[in-house]
Nanobody, 119 residues
Framework: VQLQASGGGLVQTGDSLRLSCIIFGSTLDYYAIGWFRQAPGKEREGVSCISRSDRSTYYAESVKGRFTISRDNAKNTVYLQMNSLKPEDTAVYSC?????????????WGKGTLVTVSS
């Protein structure tokens, strides 16, 4: 299973971005997908996750009400819509896959995409 995250960039405070995570080599139906981020000098943190079955969604407190995760199994793609971005959202965002959601670690990882929010 391979994952590829994309959609990062440089934006200003209050702007929006949509990240995409595409799965290759397998079918998205089999996996829960999580988004994680790591800011310079900080530990990696779980941002959001969507389950594979009932599509339950989970969010870190810091992004609740601003970020929305969704999946399109036909396109093998999971999206993270990020609104009202803040400078503290600046980080490398990575997507990961596993049978179940986790905010700590998952089995398969893709390379991250950098999100920079200027003040």
């Amino acid at each position: 299973v391979q994952l590829q995250a994309s959609g990062g960039g440089l934006v200003q405070t209050g702007d929006s971005l949509r990240l995409s995570c595409i799965i290759f080599g397998s079918t998205l139906d089999y996996y829960a997908i999580g988004w994680f981020r790591q800011a310079p000098g900080k530990e990696r943190e779980g941002v959001s996750c969507i389950s594979r079955s009932d599509r339950s969604t989970y969010y870190a407190e810091s992004v609740k009400g601003r970020f929305t995760i969704s999946r399109d199994n036909a396109k093998n793609t999971v999206y993270l819509q990020m609104n009202s971005l803040k400078p503290e959202d600046t980080a490398v965002y990575s997507c990961a896959a596993d049978r179940r959601c986790s905010d700590v670690d998952m089995d398969y990882w893709g390379k991250g995409t950098l999100v920079t929010v200027s003040s």
